[in-house]
């Protein structure tokens, strides 16, 4: 497992992934992603994070993250 650098907002994820990620998952179909972004209560993101991937790749393309205010989770995990 590889845990990339944040990458600064829910749209520079996508934009990451499609950018870098996607030829790599074409030529190694045993590869998967998971994609940490922040929903900040915007009930239409998760949509538009799904469109953003491709068709043939969604079910090795995973997208979690916070409904709302992650930085007060991260806090509370400590360092």
Known sequence: MQVLDVAGGWR??????NSDH?????????????????FDDEENRLEKAKADIPEHMADRVF?????SDPET???KMGP
């Open 12 to 17: 520079n994820v996508l934009s990451l992934f």
């Open 22 to 38: 996607v030829v790599e998952m074409e030529l190694n179909t045993n590869r998967f992603m998971v994609l940490l972004i922040d």
């Open 63 to 67: 997208i979690l993250g916070a409904s």
């Open 73 to 75: 989770f991260k806090a």
